[in-house]
């Protein structure tokens, strides 16, 4: 298989004729409610709880079925730990998970294993992404083996995945890990995910560790792979560049909570929250003309331990005042919100929220620095 | 605040054809060798350095690019490798000095950043140990004066309350502030040259710029000359001087910052310009460039890049194209490539209609 | 960029596959051996001690427990006792060739079966983690606080002399630091991400212990192990030495030089023979051990 887009002009629509679809498409295939992860810091004689990081802070979203919703955030933002959270590898403290309309986990809907063949996950390639002592055929017939596949059935199956993700399967099947290229690795990976034939995979960082033209490879190859496999994405990334190219939604993260949601045409053109704002500045340009002479944003991304009082952006935000030292604003309802909406956790946002930048209720004018005006 | 003045320019003054040139590499090759294989990562690196400017080589994995600067140090194992060709920093011949020299020189007049301050740094002993401790060791100072020092250099890549930073294990610090404590590490015996590979690569886009800004104000402000390898183009458009392009370990594109990023000749330089993802149109698939990167085990004869090169022809796989310059200093390696009204192009006209065309 | 016509030679789009040849895990261990010439001069010397301790009953000239008054001590090159005789006139070679086959059973017997226990326990504790892991690796330490000398003449002590004993003497000797070292590897490799995976694709327990885990685990195991090979023979002579192993005649290294001690001044290089013995066998096992450190360590 190469680069090139195999016109679909006469095959069916894969998403009218999946079996697998319960829910109907107005249903999100996701749906996480409430999700919360505290770690605890441990110290002393006893082994007692002195503190706690509050990894991943009460969030919600959801997904649509057959979108790409694109996640950044920076170090301690959380979403790795959201990442696991959602592949049930970690437990959560509190929260729920609803996959196509069913709960997860609960009495009634859908069991663990349910889960698991439903959604799987593209890790990033780091030389502990595949087991170094079994061919990358082996490691890709482990998940159908041990979904109950006999052992012909699973090496083929794995065959025609390398196949289908771009690998000869004759030439790559019975190499190992340490062979392969970044890139080629990183197939793997993705075939690998799409072994148990999953509707959803969260690829976490996925081509984060690539050389920019072998992650445009990758990149093309998970779109032609959606397209053909009917499939919805939770890409996770610190790079602004590709979440703007693969996404249609976007949520940004900060010290464990969402600072803002929305499609991601409005986001780019339009961030509402000063810290999307910020880091959408921190982009490079190309062009050396265009160098900046100072960074947009200071300091280091701060430790999720002790998270800042009110809103946990306040001590970087360019525009905070007394209200965001004491009261932590609210995103708004993103599970009733339309996807098309576009939600920010920032009280310049929120009407008689008490900032000075806060549009006024009563004319229910837009405060200037929205109508386009940023940093 | 501090102390920091320009390096003694007596030391510049090389036995080079150019006059000015601090840095001087010529025909560089570096091969590893083992029982099974040659690797061939370096095949023929040429290249000059002023004073005070800053070379960004830009290459993807394989390109050979961390081998050629790690070599200025020789850092390589000497059993394994192979290194003929010149190399010339200011008035020392990296080639033929001795171990004893090589080691007086690191760290003072020629220092390294590094990816991953985790590993770079001794977890064992606080930042201020490990600044002091260069400073020692080079300038022959007593402890007290090493730990000064220490403190100047850490308000000098403003890390924020340094006396208490200085106390600090490398684990406490964040990613932000490690790189910083490494910077400091770097300079603080006043390097002439300073090498960095891809020293932020592993940080989050906010830092990143915090520090590469902090880098370009430090170099000027000191008069450096750095080389700084990264596979980034945001990079190095942020600080390059001059821009060399790597490829199966030959330079196949180098000049001025502006020359190479925006009006790119080689089509290599041209291919990963296109697929860098920056701000393209959702609804088509991204530019690519097909294959892989040759194996530099089994480097063919010819140009390097000719297997997946849209415009290659016969004459591509012949012999490895001689460098062609400008007047600005532009330089690539292709056959298609000539100086046209005083300036580098890609000659179309060279190009000759495919028989076989497969678009990517 | 303008529309420029393509070059004339077709793009290769494949994705290439490295040069060398296919060579799995062990074959490439294997041949980064084959040039080790220590390495394997001390495995074809372990081989000719394991195979002259197997055919001892046929290499030996003389019974090992037919003693002579008369030919008390006899030295080194004599006609008729090629390593001369020990104090009670039975032929060293014979002695040194049957107590070959002791010392090499106290060696690597006590060794496997501490690996098979010592490895199952670390790997549970690794994987599992939590109070299991507590409740295992702090009952190793009760063990781990005793030098392992001390230990090992305690246990023999209480249990009695004879092979059976001394081989469960040393085995539960061994358990310990075998278990700690799996325990390590298993904690290592349970936090990498391709166990995530194989836990994602929703895989038992015992799935992924056996074909991702132990895979890994085995080869910092295997290399421990060999180098607790020698320490075992040494610690077995050492028991025997103390007379907490077999009892005579039989002929054992460890018992062959606690009689021979008094003859020391008599005929010094006989008494010697049997500590050679141990020596050689012991560096042996070590060096090989290192080699193979070395041969498998790399990630490649």
Known sequence: ?375 | MNEMRSPDLSLVEAQSETPEAYVKVKDLEVRFVSREATVKAVNGVSFELKKGEVLCVIGESGSGKSVMMRSLLQLHAKKRTRMTGEMRVGEHDIMKVTEKQMSELRGSTISMIFQEPMTALDPLYTIGDQIAETVMRHERVDRDAGWKRALELLELVRVPSPERRLKAYPHELSGGLRQRAMIAVALSCRPSLLLADEPTTALDASVQIQVLVLLRKLQREMGMSMIFVTHDLGVAAQIADKVAVMYAGRIIEYGNARDVLMHPEHPYTRAMLSSTIKDQDRSAPLDTIAGTPPDLRALPDGCSFAPRCKYAGPECLAAMPDPISDGRGHMARCSKVRVMGGLLMFDEAMARPSTDLLSA | ?300
């Open chain 1, 1 to 375: 298989m190469t680069d090139v887009i195999e016109t679909t002009g006469s095959s069916p629509d894969p998403r009218a004729t999946d079996t697998r679809d319960r829910g109907g498409p107005a249903q999100p295939m996701l749906i996480v409610e409430n999700i919360k992860k505290y770690f605890p810091i441990r110290a002393g004689l006893l082994n007692k709880k002195v503190a706690e990081v509050k990894a991943v802070d009460d969030i919600s979203f959801y997904v649509l079925k057959g979108e790409t919703l694109g996640i950044v955030g920076e170090s301690g933002c959380g979403k790795s730990t959201l990442a696991r959270l959602l592949m049930y590898l970690i437990d959560k403290d509190e929260g729920h998970l609803i996959l196509d309309g069913d709960p997860v986990g609960e009495k009634t809907g859908t069991s663990l294993d349910g889960l698991r063949r439903s959604l799987q996950m593209v890790f990033q390639d780091s030389y502990s992404s595949l087991n170094p002592r079994l061919p990358i055929e082996n490691s890709i017939a482990y998940g159908p083996k041990v979904q109950g596949a006999t052992a012909k059935s699973a090496k083929e199956q794995a065959r025609a995945l390398l196949e289908k993700v771009g690998l000869k399967a004759d030439r790559f099947g019975q190499r190992y890990p340490h062979e392969l290229s970044g890139g080629q690795k990183q197939r793997v990976n993705i075939a690998r995910a799409l072994a148990l034939d999953p509707r959803l995979l969260i690829l976490d960082e996925a081509v984060s560790a690539l050389d920019k033209s072998v992650e445009a490879q990758v990149l093309n190859l998970l779109g032609e792979l959606k397209e053909q496999l009917n499939l919805t994405y939770i890409f996770i990334s610190h790079d602004l560049h590709v979440v703007k190219y693969i996404s249609d939604r976007v949520l940004v993260m900060y010290l464990g909570q969402v600072v803002e949601i929305g499609p991601v045409d409005k986001i780019y053109e339009n961030p509402l929250h000063p810290y999307t704002q910020a880091l959408l500045a921190c982009r490079l340009s190309m062009d050396p003309d265009e160098r900046v002479d100072s960074a947009p944003l200071a300091g280091d991304p701060p430790n999720p331990v002790n998270p800042p009082s009110g809103c946990r952006f306040h001590t970087r935000c360019p525009f905070a005042e007394e209200v965001c030292m004491s009261k932590a604003p609210s995103l708004g309802d993103a599970l009733r919100a339309d996807a098309s909406e576009h939600l920010a956790a920032c009280h310049m946002v929120h009407a008689g929220s008490g900032h000075s930048k806060a549009p006024n209720p009563d004319t229910r004018q837009l405060p200037l620095w929205q109508q386009g005006e940023m940093r």
């Open chain 3, 1 to 300: 960029m303008t529309d420029i016509p393509a070059g004339s030679l077709p793009v290769d789009k494949s994705q290439s596959v490295p040069s060398t040849k296919v060579r799995g895990y062990w074959g490439s261990v294997w041949n980064r051996l084959r040039y080790d010439y220590v390495t394997l001069f001390c495995m074809a010397l372990i081989a000719a001690i394991v195979l002259a301790a197997i055919f001892a009953p046929w290499l030996s000239p003389m019974d090992p427990e037919k003693s002579s008054m008369a030919n008390r001590l006899r030295p080194i090159g004599h006609a008729k006792f090629g390593l001369g005789t020990d104090e009670q006139g039975r032929d060293m070679i014979s002695r040194l060739l049957w107590g070959g086959r002791v010392s090499l059973l106290m060696g690597i017997v006590p060794v496997f079966f501490a690996t098979l226990i010592g490895g199952a326990f670390g790997i549970i504790a690794g994987y599992y983690g939590g109070k299991v892991n507590m409740v295992i690796m702090r009952t190793m330490d009760v063990f781990f606080a005793f030098p392992s000398v001390l230990l090992a003449v305690a246990i023999a002590g209480s249990l009695g002399g004879g092979i059976g004993n001394q081989m469960i003497t040393l085995t539960v000797v061994l358990i310990p630091p075998l278990c700690r070292v799996a325990e390590t590897a298993t904690a290592q490799v349970r936090s990498l991400d391709f166990v995530d995976a194989a836990r994602a694709s929703g895989a038992s327990t015992y799935s992924i212990i056996t074909s991702h885990v132990l895979i890994n685990v085995l080869s910092p195991v295997l290399v421990y192990s060999s180098t607790l090979v020698s320490i075992s023979i040494i610690l077995a002579s050492g028991l025997s030495f103390l007379g907490l192993g077999v009892s005579p005649p039989t002929a054992d290294w460890g018992l062959m030089l606690s009689t021979l001690r008094q003859s020391i001044y008599v005929q010094p290089l006989v008494a010697a023979l049997p500590g050679v013995c141990i020596l050689i066998t012991s560096i042996a096992f070590n060096l090989v051990s290192d080699g193979l450190r070395q041969a498998m360590d790399v990630k490649a």
